[in-house]
């Protein structure tokens, strides 16, 4: 199973954005993958936020708002989620997510602080 | 309206055995993968295991392989994880999930509320 790397940590400040990364190991291409993201507020079950392939194929949980968006960066082999205009609510672990074929691997996951 | 109600958790010795059940409703429970998702105390979630529809595709994380047993009786619409050989470090909680496509292979729409399982050592 690939093994998906997330910062532990990240802090932005209100209004602000936030650009969080999902790291695949190099024998793992993140153009293959559909990589999708959850957010864990203190306390609350995982909410899933969206999943991001292409800019031809993607697609938000219900209730998401359009200011968290996903895209790849195929330089760094990493999925990313980005959060523009921080609100104090976006405070929380956000996880990301592949499905390969035989398994399911979440990341470690970046806590954000909004400060 | 989707819900999954995850039973059969709690305290349990190291060694020993549990079973989780997860009852279903509100969908087509033969339509869809199901999968347990579980998340040790103050870290992120970990996959355990998901079975196909009819019982077949069934994959375990390494972690569990050989010790955990995941089943489904679609009769009944429900979902089963049996856990033998408990160790220190299956301390989570367990959720039942269900894949948003009835192929599997997507994003977790619908959690249960999570059942605690303990392992003493």
């Known amino acids: 199973q690939p093994v998906l790397i997330q910062p532990p940590s990240s802090s932005a400040s209100p209004g602000d954005s936030a650009r969080l990364t999902c790291t695949l190991p190099r024998n793992n291409n993140v153009g293959d993958y559909n990589i999708y993201w959850y957010q864990q507020r203190a306390g609350s079950p995982l909410r899933y936020l969206l999943y991001?392939?292409?800019?031809?194929?993607?697609?938000?949980g219900s209730g998401v708002p359009s200011r968290f968006s996903g895209s790849k960066d195929a330089s760094a082999n990493a999925g990313i989620l980005l959060i523009s205009g921080l609100q104090s609510e976006d405070e929380a672990d956000y996880y990301c997510m592949i499905w390969p074929s035989n398994a399911v691997v979440f990341g470690g996951g970046t806590k954000l602080t909004v400060l | 309206q989707v819900q999954l109600v995850e039973s059969g958790g709690g305290l349990v010795k190291a060694g020993g055995s549990l079973r989780l059940s997860c009852a279903a409703s509100?969908?087509?429970?033969?339509?869809?993968?199901m999968s347990w998702i579980r998340q040790p105390p103050g870290k992120g979630p970990e996959w355990v295991s998901y079975?196909?529809?009819?019982?077949?595709?069934?994959h375990y994380a390494g972690s569990v392989k050989g010790r955990f047993t995941i089943s489904r009786d679609d009769a009944k619409s429900s979902l089963y994880l049996q856990m033998n050989s408990l160790r220190a470090d299956d301390t989570a909680v367990y959720y039942c999930a269900r894949p948003a496509d009835n192929n599997g292979g997507s994003h977790f729409d619908f959690w249960g509320q999570g059942i605690l399982v303990t392992v003493s050592s």
């Open positions: 509100g969908f087509t429970f033969r339509d869809f993968y």
């Open positions: 991001y392939y292409s800019d031809s194929d993607k697609g938000h």
């Open positions: 079975i196909g529809r009819s019982g077949t595709d069934i």
